[in-house]
């Protein structure tokens, strides 16, 4: 048999509109770093990466999309990002300054420039895995789940992403060898 | 190589002015999550025909299209699934057993079963003007995918388990329970009273 057993709970539109706010802080100070990172290794604007963040988050709000767990949610943000970031190189102009690469000028850090010169200059889908593989730590089967290809595709990948990146820095710098 | 690129990336930042403008941007975006409007009773049927029309169109487009995805990618929520033939196989699809609804408030004319990855089981009743969704996953997160905020909650108990039915002045349009190792939710298109989620809620088996 069926029965009530709570009394009937009322939820006004300023209530509800505090839930989705809850919830866009809560992303944006768990995955806004993160998001921002991935978006300018795409990009190398702030601007450009920034507002990258901003309809990501929004897209997140706007879909609610159904995610299990932590993992799913982060990887549903990094595929969205990564879409809107390529969506943008493609259709949109790309801002010019790379703030990045100024301030390590400014701060002489020449190796450091040499270096983030080099990605920049590996095609987009070599650049994707080096970042989610050296920066984010991830498994070639989460980047798999991101960026929605094969496993093999990412090592393939990211096995190519290392050679032309040793090709130019040459020695001194350790690559790790492990997937 | 992971030493300095790390070095490098660490420099972009989100600035605590940047997190401030961002968050005002959000906490004022026009959203359709959380901001529900309930249509009077004689516009339902014109808006069931409008969302009719633009499914069949969307079908169609995406069918022409040969994809399933948005511009941006974005699936909506929807990662990997796979189509069953029946509940049994829907079952062993997720890995375990999955109920079926004994009582549907209207003639259901088309039952459609999807595994999503991850093992979210999924049953969809449909009839010509209306639908109902039910879903199973492991755990005690809520698996309706429905991040609305309704403006009206109450509680039931079925069986021994308390079940959440969300909705607003006119019905209940969303169910949610667990029993401490699934969890269950079953969203319909129409607004219900307590009574006909009793017997929609008495007949999952």
Redesign the interface.
Known sequence: M????????????E???A???Q???AL?KTH??GI??FA??YLHN?AD??EI??DT???Y?????????EA?EKA?LY??A???SK?RIAYNRVRSADE?NE??IADQRE??SF??EA?KALPLRYREV??LF??EGLSTGHIAAIL?VKESTVRSRLLRG?EK?KAV?KEG????EGL | ?????????D????SEA??AR??Q???T?Q?????TTRFPRYHRLAVAACVALLLAGAVVLLGERGEKES?????????DRTEAASCQELSQLVGFPVETLGAVPFEVTDVRYTA?G???AEIAYSGEEQNLVLRK?M?Q?D????????????????DGS?VTLNGAEDGYCLAVWQDGTYSWSIRSTMAYS?DV??EI??SVA
């Open positions: 069926c029965r009530a057993v709570s009394e009937t709970v009322r939820q006004d539109p209530d509800r509109r839930v989705v706010n919830r866009a802080e944006l806004g770093p921002l990172r300018y290794s702030m990466a920034e963040l901003q988050l929004i897209q709000l706007k879909t609610a999309p159904v995610l299990e767990t799913h549903w595929r969205v990564g879409n809107l969506n990045l301030s390590l190796d450091l270096v983030w990605v080096i970042h050296y920066y929605k290392r990146l820095l710098y350790d690559f790790g | 190589m992971e030493k300095a690129y790390r070095e490098i990336m420099r972009v930042v989100l940047t997190e961002l968050l941007t959000l906490r975006a959203l359709q999550t959380g901001t511009p941006s990618g974005v699936q909506s929520g929807l990662w999503y991850g093992g979210l996953a755990g997160t698996p309706s995918g429905d991040y609305t905020a309704y403006a009206v909650q109450t509680t039931v108990e079925v308390t307590t989620w009793t809620l008495e």
